[in-house]
Structures are given as C-alpha cells and as structure tokens.
C-alpha cells in the first residue's frame, strides 16, 4: 500500500473486555513503532519493533497491553481487561531504519471503552 | 527525563502576518528535535527535523541550545497552514523512534 495502514478505524468496547488493534506498515520497512495520544496531548510512545523483536517496550504502561510482530510486517497491539482510562487514539508508524530516517504514520485506530 | 513544552495550545493569525510557534524541550544529551504537522482529516506527518537545515513549505527553525528553544517560523502565514503543530524530541545519533511530543500548538490562519 501506499501509507501505513491500521485497522480498525474506530473500535468501541466495553470495559473489562480484549481488543486488537492492527497495524500494516509500509513494505519493505524494518522499524515499526505504537504511540498513543489522549484527548489534548501529543502522541506518547509505546513500543518499537525492529524486525519481529521488540527492541524497546519501554512506553508500556502495564502488562495489560502487548504487541507482536510475528513475521517482521504486520504488527497487532493487544489489551486485555481494558479500562475506560485506555480511551484514545492509538497511532502506528513505520520508517525504513531506526537510523535517521523519517517515521510515516498511519491514521490512527480510536478506542473507546464504554 | 525529557520534555516536550509548547507553551501555546491556540494560535491565530492573518493570513500574510508572520507566524511563531513556541517548543522549549528539557534533555540531559544532544537531542534531535523534530516539527511535525497534522492538517484536518489527515495522518501525522513530518514538517521538518533541525539536522536537515532546510526550510519546508516557507518554514524554518533553528535549534537554540542556549535557550533549549526549537521555535517553527514562516515570515508570511497561508490559510493552507492552518493545522495542528507538534514539536517533538529523540536522542541524537539518528534514533528517531522514541519520540517525546509536546501537546501541540493549533494553528488557525484566518482570511
């Protein structure tokens, strides 16, 4: 495809229930980060990936969220037991390399917990 | 820790009237500091980094480590640059993926 892509658009849930959130980066590149940004902020980091492994899952902001790359393309963020406190938009994005190379974003995935 | 700050969250001016928009960032190193735009309906995307030195779309900015200030300028503001500014920091040495976002700053460039 053309940009990095994250499916769904919009996804609303219920507390205490599992959500995937899904992201297609842009062919060919090996770095693949997750932000999520809360109503009124700025993006806040939440993993990087490059290639299948997680080189930094710093930005994690507990053992409820979990992210995979299982084949180096295609990563999935994960929340178990999620809470209303999780509301936002989650923001993927991918750049060739980790080096000095510019990050594309995708258009976001909105969760909702109701 | 790092951070991110851009003291305004609203910004307007006339079109054709200069345009400043504020970033100060806190970091014990060297970092890279970053502009990126997000216009209406549109995904996130890069402005312009402070190690390219090149002016995008009229815009410059120039890192002043004295000040710890990464201000974005355009001598003459276009209704098109109406949009939702962030500033944003990472390490230096070309590990651009942890970037640290302040909250932004709206821009509304009015006719």
């Known amino acids: 495809g053309a940009g990095v892509s994250q499916t769904p658009s919009n996804k609303v849930t219920e507390k205490g229930k599992y959500v995937e959130l899904r992201c297609d980066p842009i062919s060919g590149h090996t770095a693949l980060y997750w932000y999520r940004q809360s109503l009124g902020q700025g993006p806040e980091f939440l993993i990087y990936?490059?290639?299948?492994?997680?080189?930094?899952d710093s930005g994690l902001p507990n053992d409820r969220f979990f992210a995979v790359r299982p084949e180096g393309s295609v990563s999935t963020l994960k929340i178990q037991r999620t809470e209303r406190g999780d509301s936002a938009v989650y923001l993927c994005?991918?750049?060739?390399?980790?080096?000095?190379?510019?990050?594309?974003f995708g258009q976001g995935t909105r969760l909702t917990v109701v | 820790a790092q951070r991110v700050t851009q003291p305004e969250k609203l910004l307007s001016v006339f079109k054709g009237a200069p345009v400043e928009l504020k970033c100060n960032y806190s970091y014990s190193g060297s970092p890279e500091l970053f502009w990126y735009v997000q216009y209406s309906r549109q995904r996130l995307q890069l402005l312009l980094r402070h190690i390219s030195r090149e002016s995008i779309k009229g815009f410059t900015a120039d890192l002043n480590k004295g000040e710890t200030s990464f201000h974005l300028k355009k001598p003459f503001a276009q209704e098109e640059d109406s949009a939702m500014y962030y500033c944003?920091?990472?390490?230096?040495?070309?590990?651009?993926?942890?970037?640290?976002f302040g909250k932004g700053t709206l821009l509304t460039v009015n006719p």
């Open positions: 990936f490059q290639g299948t492994g997680a080189a930094d």
């Open positions: 944003a920091l990472s390490r230096s040495g070309g590990s651009n993926y942890k970037l640290t």
């Open positions: 994005a991918s750049s060739l390399n980790k080096e000095n190379t510019e990050a594309f």
